[in-house]
């Protein structure tokens, strides 16, 4: 059983279009999050969801929006893409406070997004 | 904010022992985590540190000093498996809840 999944795994489309990452979690946790990692391997956080709020706002684009129609999903919407867009897209859950105080977070296996 | 060093890279030979350091800089520190990450996947948990001191899980001990704003990682009778990524990750206050900020990674590689 997969807990945090997305799609798709590969991504690859032209400048100025706009696009979807889906994501759903099977774990029930509370809070869910988007993160950009760069080729460096830099992994920043975009966004987080908690009970379908948004409570945190990194300073991303507004090209970027996260929608969340429940609490076990979180999809992250991108309009105009640009070259700068291509990275790995990684969406996670927790559960408020972690597992047991831990504030683990759980991975889905990563969106590549190229941009062309 | 919050901000945190450590080592790009690090090698280490198959059965030795590593430790990959890290400092921080925040505010409203919760606790230090760390994460592994092989190349193509996802990062995974490993642990995490709230309180001063070594915590144990296995092969792998991550430690923690709150007034040196400092930890590690040390990997013991390496494996050439753990070759990956690892990152340090602080949880500090955000907006409105908790965050989790990473370091930029320290590349591991296990060599015969």
């Known amino acids: 059983d997969t807990a945090v999944s997305q799609t798709p795994k590969y991504l690859v489309t032209q400048m100025g279009n706009d696009k979807s990452i889906k994501c759903e979690q099977n774990l029930g946790h509370d809070t869910m999050y988007w993160y950009k990692q760069d080729s460096k391997k830099f992994l920043k956080i975009m966004f987080s969801y908690n009970n379908k709020e948004l409570i945190i706002n990194e300073t991303v684009p507004n090209r970027f929006s996260p929608k969340s129609p429940d609490k076990a999903h979180l999809n992250l919407h991108i309009n105009s893409l640009e070259l700068g867009d291509s990275a790995v897209y990684f969406c996670?859950?927790?559960?408020?406070?972690?597992?047991?105080?831990?504030?683990?977070?759980?991975f889905g296996p990563g969106t590549r997004l190229t941009v062309t | 904010g919050q901000s945190l060093e450590q080592p790009s890279e690090v090698t280490a030979v198959e059965g030795a022992i590593v430790q990959i350091n890290c400092t921080y800089q925040t505010s409203g520190f919760y606790g230090l985590s760390w994460y592994q990450q092989h190349d193509g996947g996802a990062p995974t948990f490993l642990s995490y540190?709230?309180?001063?001191g070594l915590e144990e899980t296995g092969r792998f001990s991550s430690f923690l000093s709150r007034s040196d704003s400092y930890g590690y990682l040390l990997l013991q009778e390496l494996q050439m498996k753990d070759s990956a990524s690892y990152f340090c990750a602080v949880i500090g206050s955000g907006a409105g809840s908790y965050q989790l900020t990473f370091g930029k990674g320290t590349k591991l590689s296990v060599i015969p």
């Open positions: 540190n709230a309180l001063d």
């Open positions: 996670a859950s927790s559960q408020e406070g972690g597992a047991g105080g831990s504030y683990e977070q759980y």
